[in-house]
């Protein structure tokens, strides 16, 4: 059970009811204070320091590594803070050795950050690209990766978690699929790791991307778990070295390698702290309580007239995010009447996946509830509530 109080770490959530956490979620006191420490006690940068605030800035820092390898399970391979999800998966496009030949695959659920950088590589360097088409409600089929996986695939790359559509993608059976023909599996995590449990291990993948302000952390923070660190650096500079000369420089081992420049402290600290803060309320717990109010959500949404719901219904696997249309009213003016009207905020649009939402026959994108740990039953039937007026005058 997630406790009542913990939304009293959320003080905004006295005068808003808050369903936008697939685009960012809220910070709860715990990890502004966190923040607030490093900028008043020990604002130093990290690295090579040896006065005592950067050494404590530093071991933090390391600390803020350990924490995040611990949330995912990654008992070997190297984590790397990133500025988000669309980093670390642009860290990956431009970090393989790509040869000729080489083919990638991905599915038309992917948010753009997961799907933009290959169209690059198929478009610059000649990469075959293969797109696996959902059902309507999210759905994946495996024949279609058996077919589409062949021993020329160098990387296939897929989300956990749709964001507009909240299907869970089944990643433990795509990652055999990826080892029987050689393949490297790059999961997008940004929508998964908030809500549910993840274990790198269990999955079975090579990369993981997420995103520190989807799982209650500061924004401009990300991580890059990788199995195997052996991607050439994105960017070289300050950090990322051990030794330097006009004939050629040497690279770091660890994650430094990968973290050139003055990295987010404060971000990575406060990210750390939401790591702490998720693992005292148990992703078992999380995963639970939102689903009960997921399928409340679904439930209500679905007995409105008019009200399309989209992806899978309240017995699927699936994670909080509901998308809906609201007879022929664009999502804009749902959105904003939710907002004016009841102080809801929700999404609405494309979501940053337009090809999805062609292959789905909606062009104007949907609207887009979607819930995290601090939500309640109480959200979601004032939702449903405004929803049907909205509906009824429509």
Same mark, same amino acid.
């Given at each position: 059970?997630?406790?009542?109080?913990i939304?009293?770490?959320?003080?905004?959530?006295?005068?808003i009811?808050?369903?936008?956490?697939?685009?960012?979620?809220?910070?709860?006191?715990?990890?502004?204070?966190?923040?607030?420490?490093?900028?008043h006690?020990?604002?130093?940068?990290?690295?090579?320091?040896?006065?005592?605030?950067a050494?404590?800035?530093?071991?933090?820092?390391?600390?803020?590594?350990?924490?995040?390898?611990?949330?995912i399970?990654a008992?070997g391979?190297?984590?790397?803070f990133?500025?988000n999800t669309?980093?670390?998966?642009?860290?990956?496009?431009?970090?393989?050795?790509?040869?000729?030949?080489?083919?990638i695959?991905?599915?038309?659920?992917?948010?753009?950050?997961?799907?933009?950088?290959?169209?690059?590589?198929r478009?610059?360097?000649?990469?075959?690209?293969q797109?696996? $088409?959902?059902?309507?409600?999210? @759905? *994946?089929?495996?024949? %279609?990766?058996? &077919?589409?996986?062949?021993?020329? =695939? #160098?990387?296939?790359?897929?989300?956990?978690?749709?964001n507009?559509?909240?299907?869970?993608?089944?990643?433990?059976?795509?990652a055999?699929?990826?080892?029987?023909?050689?393949?490297?599996?790059?999961?997008?995590?940004?929508?998964?790791?908030?809500?549910?449990?993840?274990?790198?291990?269990?999955?079975?993948?090579?990369?993981?991307?997420?995103?520190g302000h989807?799982?209650?952390?500061?924004?401009?923070?990300?991580?890059?778990?990788?199995?195997?660190?052996?991607?050439?650096?994105?960017?070289?500079?300050?950090?990322?070295?051990?030794?330097v000369s006009t004939?050629?420089y040497?690279?770091?081992?660890?994650?430094t390698?990968?973290?050139?420049?003055t990295?987010?402290?404060?971000?990575?600290?406060?990210?750390?702290? $939401?790591?702490e803060?998720?693992? @005292? *309320?148990?992703?078992? %717990?999380?995963? &639970?309580?939102?689903?009960?109010? =997921? #399928?409340?959500m679904l439930?209500?949404?679905?007995?409105?007239?008019?009200?399309?719901?989209?992806?899978?219904?309240?017995?699927?696997?699936?994670?909080?995010v509901?998308?809906?249309?609201?007879?022929?009213?664009?999502?804009?003016?749902?959105?904003t009447?939710?907002?004016?009207?009841?102080?809801?905020?929700?999404?609405?649009?494309?979501?940053?996946?337009?090809?999805?939402?062609?292959h789905?026959?909606i062009?104007?994108?949907?609207?887009?509830?979607?819930l995290?740990?601090?939500?309640?039953?109480?959200?979601?039937?004032?939702?449903?509530e405004?929803?049907?007026?909205?509906?009824?005058?429509?």
């Amino acid at each position: 059970m997630i406790p009542t109080e913990i939304r009293a770490d959320f003080p905004i959530l006295s005068e808003i009811c808050y369903l936008d956490s697939a685009a960012t979620s809220l910070s709860p006191e715990p990890v502004l204070a966190a923040m607030l420490e490093f900028e008043h006690v020990y604002r130093a940068n990290v690295g090579r320091g040896v006065h005592r605030l950067a050494q404590v800035a530093s071991q933090k820092y390391w600390d803020a590594h350990q924490k995040a390898r611990r949330f995912i399970g990654a008992e070997g391979g190297e984590l790397v803070f990133t500025r988000n999800t669309t980093e670390a998966i642009n860290m990956i496009a431009w970090g393989l050795p790509w040869q000729n030949g080489d083919g990638i695959v991905t599915t038309l659920l992917e948010h753009h950050s997961n799907l933009l950088p290959w169209m690059r590589l198929r478009d610059q360097k000649g990469i075959d690209l293969q797109l696996i $088409a959902p059902a309507a409600d999210g @759905a *994946l089929d495996l024949a %279609d990766f058996e &077919r589409a996986i062949t021993p020329d =695939t #160098r990387l296939v790359a897929i989300t956990h978690a749709s964001n507009v559509l909240g299907n869970l993608v089944p990643v433990r059976e795509i990652a055999r699929i990826c080892r029987d023909q050689g393949a490297l599996l790059l999961v997008d995590g940004a929508q998964s790791v908030p809500h549910i449990p993840v274990n790198v291990e269990r999955l079975g993948c090579d990369f993981l991307c997420f995103s520190g302000h989807k799982m209650l952390g500061p924004t401009g923070t990300g991580l890059l778990w990788m199995r195997r660190p052996e991607i050439e650096p994105l960017l070289l500079g300050g950090g990322a070295v051990d030794q330097v000369s006009t004939s050629g420089y040497t690279l770091a081992s660890g994650y430094t390698r990968f973290e050139a420049g003055t990295p987010n402290i404060a971000g990575a600290i406060g990210l750390s702290r $939401a790591v702490e803060y998720l693992e @005292a *309320l148990g992703m078992e %717990d999380v995963k &639970r309580h939102e689903q009960a109010l =997921t #399928r409340r959500m679904l439930e209500g949404l679905a007995g409105i007239p008019g009200v399309r719901v989209l992806g899978p219904g309240p017995a699927g696997d699936r994670i909080g995010v509901v998308s809906f249309t609201v007879g022929d009213m664009h999502p804009h003016e749902v959105a904003t009447i939710l907002d004016e009207e009841a102080d809801i905020m929700v999404r609405s649009g494309h979501h940053c996946c337009m090809p999805l939402m062609t292959h789905l026959g909606i062009p104007d994108g949907t609207v887009r509830a979607s819930l995290h740990c601090y939500n309640n039953a109480d959200d979601v039937d004032r939702l449903i509530e405004t929803v049907g007026k909205i509906a009824g005058g429509a």
